[in-house]
Nanobody, 122 residues
Framework: QVQLVESGGGLVQPGGSLRLSCAASGIVFSSAAMGWYRQAPGKQRELVGNITSYGSTNYADSVKGRFTISRDNAKKTLYLQMNSLKPEDTAVYSC????????????????WGQGTLVTVSS
């Protein structure tokens, strides 16, 4: 079954840290470019950053220097390390693989996780 499942969200105080995980199944993870997105209440979804299959990363200006995206291909897991969190980082965070290869059918799929809520508040 093709699936992305996020975990690690929760409530954190301003200035704190949190690490999100995105576990993949049913896709050829090692060759998949991956991205993290977030959607704050009442706002449009925005790109947080992405990582290529070989580990090159790109970040939104609003999170540069604070967030780090990494991947463990052996564990088929994508990570988002978030440091120096601010109240404006509060959002539902989702992972995405825009051109994932289905292991069984070999079709290209645009796959999204269900999201995990991050709340930054004192």
């Amino acid at each position: 079954q093709v699936q992305l499942v996020e975990s690690g969200g929760g409530l954190v105080q301003p200035g704190g840290s949190l690490r999100l995980s995105c576990a993949a199944s049913g896709i050829v993870f090692s060759s998949a470019a991956m991205g993290w997105y977030r959607q704050a209440p009442g706002k449009q979804r925005e790109l947080v950053g992405n990582i290529t299959s070989y580990g090159s990363t790109n970040y939104a200006d609003s999170v540069k220097g604070r967030f780090t995206i990494s991947r463990d291909n052996a564990k088929k897991t994508l990570y988002l390390q978030m440091n120096s969190l601010k109240p404006e980082d509060t959002a539902v965070y989702s992972c995405n693989s825009p051109r994932a290869i289905d292991i069984i059918s070999r079709r290209l799929l645009d796959v999204w996780g269900q999201g995990t809520l991050v709340t930054v508040s004192s």
